[in-house]
């Protein structure tokens, strides 16, 4: 079985902080994702990357980064969080870009 | 432009059949997907359609495709209390890199 593991379930974090969000696959998939989830938005894309080093803006990369230095992880970067991040976070991979992408179970991150 | 519409909340009895609606806008789309999402998880796919297909059977779900209306619908098929969740569809154009997803609909099934 697929497996896409987010490293926390749940974060609380400060105003101004810098947060790192872990997503690691282990299924060698080329491609990752970052999507927030707000309630009657459904789910936006942040950024993405098709390769090792590799990444492209989403629909929403204002106030994220991420990194691929290895294949199996991909993080998202909150260089300083604010109120308005808060929100649930999910990782995604897929093997080839038209297959089915396989999602982790998410991590709710709260910024107070 | 890629705006994908659901409404955003259904509520069925168990054993009816649940039929969960999907607009799109974008006619060049290329895949289709329903997922599914259950209370603390992760978007779960259940099916896919490809754009020159009208409909899709897959044991108690079909998927039907207007491409006209630019309609999609899932249909569930005696549903379930465990099927209550979130279901949102997507559309990809060229490619996984550019799925779009609706803002979700919930399933509540009442036993």
């Known amino acids: 079985d697929v497996k896409v593991t987010q490293s926390s379930r749940y974060l609380v974090k400060r105003t101004g902080e810098k947060v790192f969000l872990e997503c690691v696959q282990d299924?060698?998939?080329?491609?990752m994702f970052w999507y927030r989830q707000d309630p009657g938005l459904g789910l936006r894309l942040i950024y993405f990357?098709?390769?090792?080093?590799?990444?492209e803006k989403g629909d929403i990369p204002e106030g994220y980064s991420v990194s691929r230095e290895k294949k199996e992880r991909f993080s998202l970067i909150l260089e300083s969080a604010s109120t308005n991040q808060t929100s649930m976070y999910l990782c995604?991979?897929?093997?080839?870009?038209?297959?089915?992408?396989?999602f982790g179970q998410g991590t709710r991150l709260t910024v107070v | 432009g890629e705006d994908v519409e659901q409404s955003l909340f259904l509520s069925v009895r168990e054993g009816d059949s649940s039929v969960i609606n999907c607009t799109y806008t974008?006619?060049?789309?290329?895949?289709l997907y329903w997922y599914k999402q259950e209370p603390g998880a992760g978007l779960q796919l259940l099916t896919y359609?490809?754009?020159?297909?009208d409909m899709k059977q897959d044991q108690r779900l079909t998927v039907l495709l207007n491409k006209k209306d630019k309609h999609l619908s899932l249909r569930i098929a005696d549903t379930q209390t465990g099927d209550s969740a979130i279901y949102f569809c997507?559309?990809?154009?060229?490619?996984?890199?550019?799925?779009?997803f609706g803002t979700g609909t919930k399933l509540q099934v009442i036993p």
């Open positions: 359609i490809f754009s020159n297909m």
């Open positions: 974008d006619s060049s789309s290329t895949y």
């Open positions: 997507a559309e990809s154009i060229g490619g996984y890199q550019k799925v779009t």
């Open positions: 299924m060698d998939h080329e491609n």
């Open positions: 995604a991979s897929s093997p080839t870009q038209f297959s089915e992408a396989f």
């Open positions: 990357s098709y390769d090792v080093k590799m990444k």
